[in-house]
């Protein structure tokens, strides 16, 4: 049973994120129609939650709702999509560019991002933790402090995923050009 | 733990500057570092065209219709509920207010009313920080247009100042995370917050409610469609005789205005 106290919290909380929640479910299900079960299922957590939560940060909040559903549904569905790459979050393993790179041509990467359709696969083949990190920023255009929030994460592990993300992102973007 | 590394460590401080999340002083120690560095110019460089890529071809695209609906649906009462509480009447002027501010966004009470607390927390905060109001000024033409530009409900700013309570300024009182207008009433060397609060958490009576908290006292009440809650450090009698000059004035404007 849930209290008109709870739904009332809800309406201000949860369906003005419902574009961010599903954006991001998206990104993490790689399916525009498992992302509205996903949504649905989060929307739901979300409102019983709500009869105790203390909720600072409605985005951030809702959205670690969504990113849990996602990985429960995802273990669930399939399960050799969840990657949790092992050292992801050791910053000594951060893959930083070559410093060759500095006197390589540029040329390659711009050409390459002009290409929807490869910028989305690049993205889509990112380990999970690296994609959550980077969907959440530049999709959803959390603050750090935020997507540490929605991933459960400290703010320097999302520091250093977001850097691994872009950093493989660009070497993808370039090599197969 | 992991050693330090000083090309990571340079990377994720580009990966900062890039994202807006360095401070002043730092943003000015990089800089520094990449006019000197080559390489790091061209990092920087590198991880703006990824970033810049993503969001131009990963834009956040709207959910679809069917499922905002259903999302939304879940939190609306259940209209039998509605009925059996509510005259026609109030549960549109409800709505209303909730379209506009929306409830206030709290947790469980520990031991007394949340948004007392809150409101007292606040003039506590105030007081002790010197910090009274946002906007210093006496008059209810700047002082109202400033409110009504931060705080969602359309506060009326009244001069009381021929009652003996000089207007002093405003500011946005916060509960959970609704801003609320309040009014700063200055009386001697005290202070007098006003806070309007949306009738959708409202549940005072139109007769005040006395209560006090922390030394500091407060009056709650409830005129037409809007509540309000004074808060002050002088004692009950003098912010019972405030409030009802301040009822009174806010009456006279109402009438005038509808």
Known sequence: MISEAARRRYQTIVPPYVDDAYALARWLSGSSVDAEDIVQEAALRALNALETAIVERPRAWFLRIVRNAALTWMAKNRPKAVVMVGGVDDLAAIETFDPAAGERSPEALLIAAEDGDRVRRAIAALPTPLREALVLREVNDLSYREIAEATATPIGTVMSRLARARVALAKTLEDKS | MSQFDPRADK????????????DAAHRLDLDREIAQDPHAAAALQRLSVVSDAVRRHAPR??????????????????????????????????????GVTGPLVLGPSRGGDPV???????????EL????????????????????????????????ADKGYPLAGGRVAVVGATPLPTLVYQRREHWIAVTELPLSLEKAEATPQAGTLDGFRSLRWRDRE???????????????????VFRAAIGVNGSETH
């Open chain 2, 61 to 98: 695209e709207a959910a679809p219709a069917s499922l905002r609906a259903s999302v939304a649906a879940l939190g609306s009462p259940r209209p039998a509920a509605r009925r059996a509480y509510f005259p026609i009447g109030a549960a549109l002027a409800a709505g209303l207010a909730i």
């Open chain 2, 129 to 160: 920080s010197g910090h009274t109001y946002d906007i210093a000024s006496s008059d209810r033409h700047v002082v109202k247009p400033w409110l009504a530009t931060r705080a969602p409900l359309g506060v009326e700013a009244v001069d009381l």
């Open chain 2, 11 to 22: 990377l994720l401080r580009l990966n900062a500057a890039l994202d807006d999340e360095l």
């Open chain 2, 226 to 244: 809007r509540g309000y809650v004074a808060v002050s450090d002088i004692d009950s009698e003098e912010l019972s005789a405030f409030v009802a």
């Open chain 2, 116 to 126: 007392m607390a809150s409101l007292t927390g606040d003039f506590a905060r105030a």
